[in-house]
């Protein structure tokens, strides 16, 4: 049996219960409330939404996962999405805005498009053809997908590609995001060894790439460093963050480091992240009176990473599968809006470059 896009919500609705619910009993009225109650929720940081929301907004701000969105997409309606791109979520800030610029804008821009902006799971996504989100379930393969060069790499060899990968974006590094005011006076990645300090990384188990790349980076700056401090070397500085003894020098997130660490640094779990440099300069700019960012190496709006920092790029392939005119069609035009001189822009704005020897196409 064919499975179709079928949603299941459950709630109250107000004005209903009386009608669905009636008993013989008589009806006394409640006493009348003026004061609103304190709403009771964990403490989160309200990220900004890529849009308004609709007149029908069930988001939970408390939440990453939409518990009370149900359903399943999948058979035949996978056939009415014009696109689907799986990528990582390390440049979600200039994605947004590409979207916005280019494919959503227009009269010829996709009736329905997907995107998700999250750890690499781009392989699993296009060999399952499965994606769940809380208890929404999304049984579709992506057309494109936007990840390492390694994860690519497995895109091809289990034959899940069609043509040449195309490298699209080039990190600038990292920074350290701390806490407004930099109340510990960190100025360096040695200041991470110092007792007290207390260090938020991606995990290590379900962000194995992104937790790599920045112990790596603070290894790598600190073997490069010619004048570390007195007694200091990589290996003391590694050992005093990741193998100290303290249960509480070094915490990782659950899931989605880009949201994880700054929430420890927000709310007093930690006190400095290691982040990719565009995610620190989005995270602040979301949050200014929240965060501050420390350079490693340059300065936040001219970064010259210091020798050592791990330098991330990000790779476009196409999916196979048995797509569509329509859906070809948008695919390119996604490709061609990736490479185009408008998202170069973009990518400077947020702190990112073009890969060596990229060549732009003409829009």
Not at 85 to 110: C, F, H, K, V
Not at 140 to 158: L, T
Not at 230 to 257: C, M, N, Q
Request: net charge positive; glycine share 8%; charged share 20%.
């Amino acid at each position: 049996m064919d499975r179709r896009f079928v949603l299941f919500f459950f709630g109250a609705i107000p004005g209903m219960a009386c009608s669905l619910f009636s008993t013989s009993l008589s009806a006394a009225p409640a006493p009348s409330l003026s004061p609103l109650p304190a709403i009771d929720r964990p403490p989160v940081l309200d990220w900004p939404r890529d849009r308004r929301p609709l007149p029908a907004d069930i988001t939970d701000p408390s939440a990453d996962t939409l518990s009370d969105l149900h359903g399943v997409l999948g058979g035949r309606a996978c056939r009415k999405i014009d696109l689907f791109l799986s990528t990582e979520g390390n440049y979600y800030m200039a994605l947004r805005e590409l979207m916005r610029r280019t494919l959503l804008s227009g009269g010829r821009s996709p009736r329905t498009i997907l995107y998700t902006t999250s750890p690499p799971v781009s392989m699993i996504q296009a060999r399952t053809e499965s994606l769940s989100v809380g208890n929404l379930e999304i049984r579709c393969r992506p057309s494109v997908a936007v990840a390492s060069p390694s994860m690519v790499r497995q895109i091809q060899k289990a034959g899940l590609s069609e043509g040449s990968p195309i490298p699209v974006i080039r990190g600038e590094g990292e920074v350290l995001l701390v806490k407004k005011g930099n109340p510990l006076h960190i100025r360096s990645i040695w200041d991470l060894g110092r007792p007290g300090v207390r260090v938020v990384t991606p995990n290590p188990v379900s962000e194995k790439g992104a937790f790599k790349a920045y112990a790596r980076t603070l290894y790598q700056i600190a073997k490069n460093d010619p004048h570390p401090p007195v007694g200091w070397t990589a290996d003391r500085l590694f050992r005093a963050v990741y193998d100290s003894g303290d249960p509480e020098k070094w915490v990782a997130g659950p899931r989605i480091h880009h949201r994880d660490e700054p929430w420890s640094v927000a709310y007093g779990h930690a006190d400095v992240a290691i982040f990719f440099h565009q995610l620190g300069v989005a995270t602040q700019k979301a949050f200014p009176d929240l965060f501050d960012l420390v350079p490693l190496g340059g300065s936040i709006l001219r970064p010259s990473p210091l020798p050592g920092s791990v330098i991330t790029t990000s790779v476009l392939v196409r999916i196979r599968g048995h797509w569509s005119r329509r859906q070809r069609r948008f695919r390119e035009e996604l490709v061609r809006a990736y490479t185009s001189r408008e998202f170069s822009r973009i990518l400077e704005r947020w702190g990112m470059t073009r890969p060596p020897g990229f060549q732009p196409s003409g829009s």
